[in-house]
């Protein structure tokens, strides 16, 4: 919409002229000057500059829609009114459905604790017939870590889903849905999103996974404000990537150890902040997640993945439709089983902070 | 008055400084013909040239008359009387109305922001549903425009939200007209969700491109009463290198909006994100979009965490006083805080 070429919006020739002249092309040229800018540049009238804009703004503008509208198209045209179910109940519940199409939800968690394995669920589910909860589609799992086992993945199949499984050829076809690239660096991640940008067009690809998103990050730039540069700017193509073609997509994220022995507070909170000798310093075992507070801004669902006292726990840490509610789940031969459908909520910093305590065992597969 | 301040084009101007012309006095005393021979323009652009610097002198020309001093102003008097039939919009939440003086302020730009998570795009969400009570029930009967900047507009928690508020209007009709079933209320959530208009903008030009075609969408559409824009910070964050640019664009985009403000007489709510900044030998939590932008805004609340519940901070406000007050978010929308002591406290 930005790249819209000016003397293609049928202004009057005279100003159109004008526009071309002093090498103002596509309306993000204009749009990107202030109307005061454009009168000195363009050496025309305030009222000219403003009919112009006007103009040009009415046609770059997004178009209205209404929220029933919204509503109506995605019932009407998408899985579950555009979700995909992860079938663990309580989640499902929590989200409306399911994992939501459009945006970007993140999984959270320390090493080992069941990311992947959620991952490598959920591109099975995406490419499971309609009859069977699933979208029918083709998956692409962005592997940077080369941590997809193919071998776990019919694993999880056969033993979730073995009346489909059992049939034959069925592993072959749901396995051959899936896609697993290995980009490894940013910018060739960045090139295979453009090619799969088609294929998204075209409605194969279903879902997208990014395992992990940390890596292919934190392994790039060593200086904070560049890296930051390069994470904001991907995230906003992969934003609006899942917002055009309303596709779920997944992108796991690794943690690092909160700095510092207290959160951070506004000016106006340190007035009644305590004094610091009244506060030991605890080194308390919790971490946070990486990629920073724009990231954290970016994602829409938010799901931390964490263990304390032994017992694994999944939370819905940031999600614009359900409380945060946290539900205990263990890693079994089919993937990830809820423990308990109701969910405990949580409330203030126990929402975000992720711990890590007694995971002695990495895996507690039950056969 | 200088020729230099007049909105007209460089050339023009080039052309009355050269010919002699440096005040606004000097063409004052001039007639379209005399001017277009000394400048040499038409004669039609002389008359243009001599209509604006009448209209700009009138604004500093002083009559000596009581009650309309300066053109086109307002006395204080007149915006009292103004003020108190002014429209609020509830947020449902009684203490967070009361910190509010009522509640949402039509006529202003208020800024909401705080860290993922604390409830902006709940707040956003509830304030669209809320404006559309009926005026019997205390509220404004009008439309919303939500732009979506970051595809955080979930319509399953609106149509929640929406629900949840006609229950709550039905309760209260209930409650007040016992006796006359007429009363029920005849809303049903899909027409609120009809009166939402929503946007999606994808990059800063779009929504700069947006802000400016609102002029004619509200024009065309009298009854919207709020705009929200969440959040108004997403894309300005990214993808700017020339920091300064940024500054002047996102203060003209503000003053587009206090117009709109002002002159259709509904509330603007912009959300706002969270960024670290290093005040005082420490770090600390500040919104985003730099120190200029905190400017643009008439009125800025905070949202935080203050141990397990949420909190709203009044940040500046031409006249509310700084307190902050407790609200929670419930699957009903934004309400009361469930703590028992629901206290008020004024900073």
């Excluded at chain 2, 102003?73 to 009684?94: H, K, P, Y």
């Excluded at chain 2, 929503?198 to 802000?211: G, K």
């Amino acid at each position: 919409m930005a790249n819209k070429l000016i003397n293609q919006m049928a202004l009057p020739k005279s100003i159109a002229n004008i526009f071309a002249a002093r090498n103002i092309i596509t309306a993000k040229d204009a749009l990107s000057l202030t109307e005061f800018e454009l009168m000195e540049l363009l050496d025309v009238g305030m009222a000219e500059v403003t009919s112009a804009m006007a103009h040009i703004s009415e046609v770059v503008c997004p178009p209205c829609q209404t929220a029933l509208l919204l509503m109506e198209q995605r019932v009407r045209n998408e899985s579950l009114a555009g979700h995909l179910p992860t079938r663990l109940k309580g989640l499902d519940e929590a989200l409306c459905g399911g994992i939501p199409f459009g945006v970007l939800t993140e999984l959270v968690g320390p090493p080992g604790i069941g990311k992947t394995q959620f991952c490598l669920k959920l591109s099975l589910l995406a490419s499971l017939p309609v009859n069977c909860g699933g979208l029918d589609g083709r998956v692409i799992y962005i592997d940077v870590e080369s941590k997809f086992s193919s071998k776990r993945l019919i694993e999880i199949g056969t033993k979730s889903f073995p009346e489909i499984f059992h049939k034959k050829g069925m592993a072959q076809e749901m396995a051959g849905r899936i896609r697993i690239l290995r980009p490894t660096s940013l910018s060739e991640f960045a090139e295979s999103l453009q090619r799969i940008k088609v294929s998204l067009l075209q409605q194969q690809v279903k879902l997208l996974i990014v395992d992990s998103m940390a890596a292919l990050v934190l392994g790039e730039h060593d200086c904070g404000a560049s890296r930051q540069q390069a994470l904001g700017w991907h995230v906003s193509f992969i934003k609006s990537l899942a917002e055009f073609s309303r596709i779920p997509i997944v992108l796991t994220n690794q943690v690092r150890s909160h700095i510092g022995d207290e959160s951070l507070m506004y000016s106006f909170q340190a007035q009644s902040r305590p004094t610091k000798e009244d506060n030991p310093v605890t080194f308390d075992s919790h971490l946070v997640a990486a990629l920073g507070i724009n990231w954290a801004h970016a994602v829409t669902i938010r799901l931390v993945l964490e263990s304390r006292s032994g017992q694994r726990f999944i939370k819905l840490a940031k999600s614009p439709m359900s409380p945060p509610l946290a539900f205990p789940f263990n890693i079994t031969s089919s993937g990830i089983v809820l423990l308990d459908d109701d969910g405990i909520e949580m409330k203030g910093p126990e929402i975000n902070t992720i711990h890590c305590q007694g995971q002695n065992a990495l895996f507690n597969f039950e056969f | 008055m200088e020729i230099g301040m007049l909105p007209i084009s460089a050339s023009k101007r080039g052309k009355l400084l050269a010919a002699g012309y440096t005040t606004l006095h000097s063409i004052a005393r001039t007639s379209p013909t005399h001017l277009a021979r000394d400048i040499e323009v038409s004669e039609s652009e002389a008359l243009e040239i001599l209509n604006v610097a009448t209209r700009t002198s009138t604004l500093d020309r002083s009559c000596g008359s009581n009650t309309n001093i300066i053109d086109g102003g307002q006395t204080a008097w007149d915006m009292f009387n103004e003020e108190r039939f002014s429209s609020l919009i509830t947020t449902s939440c009684v203490d967070l109305d009361n910190i509010l003086g009522g509640g949402i302020n039509c006529k202003e730009v208020t800024e909401i922001g705080g860290v993922p998570g604390i409830g902006k795009t709940q707040i956003g969400i509830q304030l669209a549903v809320n404006v559309q009570i009926p005026l019997e029930y205390g509220g404004l009967g009008g439309k919303a425009i939500y732009i979506d900047t970051e595809g955080s507009f979930m319509v399953e928690r609106v149509l929640q939200i929406a629900e949840a508020c006609i229950e709550d209007m039905s309760e209260y009709s209930h409650h007040f007209h016992k006796d006359n079933q007429a009363y029920g209320v005849k809303m049903h959530p899909n027409s609120i969700l009809e009166n939402i208009f929503y946007f999606r903008v994808c990059s800063y030009t779009e929504q700069i491109a947006l802000v400016n075609y609102l002029d004619k969408f509200v024009t065309e559409h009298k009854d919207v009463k709020i705009i929200i824009i969440d959040s108004v910070t997403f894309h300005f964050r990214q993808d700017f290198d020339d920091m300064a640019l940024r500054t002047r664009l996102l203060g003209e985009m503000s003053l587009k909006l206090m117009k709109l403000a002002r002159n259709f007489c509904l509330a603007v709510v912009m959300l706002n994100q969270v960024t670290t900044k290093h005040i005082e030998g420490s770090f600390q939590l500040t919104l985003a979009l730099g120190d200029s932008w905190s400017h643009s805004c008439t009125n800025r609340i905070i949202l935080y965490w203050n141990g397990n519940e949420r909190h709203a901070y009044i940040d500046k406000s031409p006249s509310l006083k700084s307190a902050s007050a407790p609200y929670s978010v419930t699957s009903r929308g934004i309400r009361n805080s469930t703590s028992s002591s629901k206290r008020i406290k004024m900073v």
